[in-house]
């Protein structure tokens, strides 16, 4: 069964740091890009980073309001993806999901995991 | 960036209707479009991919349409498991921008 499944969510202080995790099972994860997404408290889904494959050089891509403050990271040895946080804000707080990019598509989601900032 | 908007922002429907559900790039992106549904506390999964190729699994009953900047999520005839949130997005160039959404509700 193809599958995603986040870690690491949890309560930061403002200003604090998280790292996320991403375990993925039932493909080849070398083969593929893998995207954060997340999604404020009753709010629509926006995009945060992008890791490329081996084939791409392994290059990332961030969305302008976590510039500079997240990076995303991969191991393919262990089939995980990371997204470390830091200088986290209030505005940070949401559900992140991994995915899976496939042919310009994210054709697989994980069941995602909450951050919250708050003091 | 390319932005993404979407009409209406909400719908309210009955079982069996057919419903339409538009998205609107601010430049062409030929047919790098896809749609999502969510429904509420899951996460998203993808319905239509490129504009219009329906995703394994998904019923016949969702058809997509368009190219360049005018898009179209069809549902012909609404099942009550199809009331939920739907988000296209572009991937055409990053960020890959999502719409801001089409809550899709019981009349």
């Known amino acids: 069964e193809v599958q995603l499944v986040e870690s690491g969510g949890g309560l930061v202080q403002p200003g604090g740091s998280l790292r996320l995790s991403c375990a993925a099972s039932?493909?080849?994860?070398?083969?593929?890009?893998m995207d954060w997404v997340r999604q404020a408290p009753g709010k629509g889904l926006e995009w945060v980073g992008r890791n490329r494959n081996k084939d791409n050089s392994y290059t990332t891509e961030y969305a302008a309001s976590v510039k500079g403050r997240f990076t995303i990271s991969r191991d393919d040895s262990k089939n995980s993806m990371y997204l470390q946080m830091n200088s986290l804000k209030t505005e940070d707080t949401a559900v992140y999901y991994c995915?899976?990019?496939?042919?310009?598509?994210?054709?697989?989601w994980g069941q995602g995991t909450t951050v919250t900032v708050s003091s | 960036d390319i932005q993404m908007t979407q009409s209406p922002s909400s719908l309210s429907a009955s079982v069996g209707d057919r419903v339409t559900i538009t998205c609107r790039a601010s430049?062409?992106?030929?047919?790098?479009l896809n749609w999502y549904q969510q429904k509420p506390g899951k996460a998203p999964e993808v319905l239509i991919y490129a504009a219009s190729n329906l995703q394994s699994g998904v019923p016949s009953r969702f058809t997509g349409s368009g190219s360049g900047t005018d898009f179209t999520l069809t549902i012909s005839s609404l099942q009550p498991e199809d009331f939920a949130t739907y988000y296209c997005?572009?991937?055409?160039?990053?960020?890959?921008?999502f719409g801001q959404g089409t809550r899709l509700d019981i009349k």
């Open positions: 039932g493909f080849t994860f070398s083969d593929h890009y």
């Open positions: 997005q572009q991937s055409y160039r990053t960020p890959p921008n």
């Open positions: 995915t899976r990019g496939n042919y310009d598509v994210l054709d697989v």
């Open positions: 430049q062409s992106i030929t047919t790098y």
